[in-house]
Nanobody, 125 residues
């Protein structure tokens, strides 16, 4: 059974950067395509970025395009989300998720089976 653990969240000032990590255990990460999602207080969980099994394809939400970069290192069983130029509207709990299905051009919560516990990202001066 695949298990995912996120790390790297925290408090950062507007314009700052964070790098989130998603480390997998119990299975081989390369079997799955990976998504990062976030959930702000009072809002639904939304897709931020997804990456295919061997990094050939990625997609990003319009709100993070050009600021966030998704990547993965299958040898380390880890996926990453580099977040630059952070804004207050990026606040939320960030989750990584894994899917054994086919890569989709849009990150949809319903496509993902395995979820981490989430890591909090707060952007504030």
């Amino acid at each position: 059974q695949l298990q995912l653990v996120e790390s790297g969240g925290g408090l950062v000032q507007p314009g700052g950067s964070l790098r989130l990590s998603c480390t997998a255990s119990g299975s081989t990460l390369a079997y799955y395509y990976i998504g990062w999602f976030r959930q702000a207080p009072g809002k639904e969980r939304e897709g931020v970025s997804c990456i295919s099994r061997y990094s050939s394809r990625t997609n990003y939400a319009d709100s993070v395009e050009g600021r966030f970069t998704i990547s993965r290192d299958n040898n380390k069983n880890t996926a990453y989300l580099q977040m630059n130029s952070l804004k207050p509207e990026d606040i939320g709990v960030y989750y990584c998720a894994a899917s054994m299905g086919s890569f989709n051009s849009v990150c949809r919560v319903s496509d993902f089976t395995f979820w981490g516990q989430g890591t909090q990202v707060t952007v504030s001066s």
